[in-house]
């Protein structure tokens, strides 16, 4: 008679990414009195939040736990500092990722820096969630990723999840990370329904995700274009090319391990983001590729990112500005002719 034992199935649940982001908040606050919530409107007076994201929090953990704030991004961020150096763990929300460009100066220069200055005596355990992501004719001021400018300051951790599962996980994580974290919310992903773990808990922050095993090319990817890199895939299966999509899920730090490994099997690489090409962080991604697999790729490594320019508001403009699978497909095509 056979001893071995069947290991139990985690029950899974069907909720989008702006769900999971609401569960991982519950979750978070009944774990640890000292987590916070503020922003504007995150409050349920006001509507739990501009996407609802909030919706209930207050009702459940109270008015001096969940609280809505004017419209000053310096001042909800500089608040957040403050509660974090005195030992809380504030989720402080910036509507949209635009906005942010407001409190620079207490991102950078006091959540980021802190930990530095003190000789390590303050630790800053703060994450900032905001939404963005072209796609919605929401134009120049209300859909760009500025991920690479955060990506670029040490101090503080990049995270930009893709799925629900990961909306949940990376977010548990990043509350309970001891240093600041950005945590970038995609319109376009946050509404797409996926399966979660009912059990569902923290997701580590700096590993990637496998989102497709494949031979012949590697395309490395994160937030909103992940999908997109996934529609080029059974795109290019069809034309008999093989391609492994890596979610970096964290672009700072991101996952050299898993993206130098696939890039060596396969020995093509495109890196795809949604923030402009010009000086994004595909270009330090493709950078440590070429250094580090310079006699092993079969092909140089390639970079597909949006255009120098400011996001249209014009749909047909707008759809042009966005990497779009055949984009995708096309560059992998043409890299994948190299012999």
């Known amino acids: 008679m056979s001893t071995d034992t069947v290991e139990p199935v985690a029950e899974t649940l069907k909720m989008t990414g702006q769900a999971a982001v609401t569960a991982a908040l519950f979750q978070a606050m009944e774990e640890d009195p000292k987590v916070l919530v503020f922003g504007e409107d995150v409050a349920d007076r006001e509507g739990g939040g501009v996407m609802g994201t909030t919706r209930g929090l207050s009702s459940r953990f109270g008015d001096l736990r969940v609280r809505s704030t004017p419209i000053a991004e310096q001042s909800i961020v500089g608040a957040a500092v403050g509660a974090a150096m005195a030992g809380y763990k504030p989720v402080a929300e ?13 991102i950078v220069n006091h959540a980021a820096k802190l930990r530095f200055m003190s000789g390590g005596q303050s630790q800053v355990p703060l994450v900032i969630r905001t939404l963005t992501g072209a796609g919605w004719q929401t134009a120049g001021q209300h859909s760009d990723h500025y991920e690479g400018w955060f990506a670029h300051t040490a101090g503080i951790k990049v995270v930009a999840p893709a799925t629900p599962a990961d909306y949940k996980g990376l977010l548990l994580a990043a509350i309970q990370d001891p240093d600041p974290v950005l945590f970038i919310e995609n319109s376009r992903t946050l509404f797409v329904p996926g399966e979660v773990a009912s059990d569902q808990g923290p997701i580590p922050l700096g590993k990637a995700r496998l989102a497709r095993e494949g031979s012949h090319i590697s395309l490395i990817t994160y937030s909103g274009m992940v999908a997109n890199c996934m529609a080029a895939a059974v795109e290019l299966e069809a034309a ?44 330090e991604i493709a950078a440590t590729i070429q250094e580090a697999l310079f006699r092993k790729m079969k092909a140089p490594v390639r970079r597909l990112g949006a255009p120098y320019s400011a996001v249209p508001f014009a749909k047909p403009l707008e759809d042009a500005f966005l990497v779009q699978p055949a984009d995708i497909a096309e560059a992998a095509k043409a890299l994948c002719a190299y012999e």
């Open 94 to 106: 910036i509507m949209l990722m635009n906005f942010i460009t407001v409190a620079m100066d207490m």
């Open 240 to 283: 008999g090319i093989s391609a492994e999509v890596i979610d970096l899920r964290t672009v700072s730090p991101w996952d050299k391990d898993a993206v130098l490994a696939s890039a060596e099997k396969t020995g093509r690489a495109i890196v795809v983001h949604e923030a402009v090409r010009h000086f994004g962080p595909g270009g």
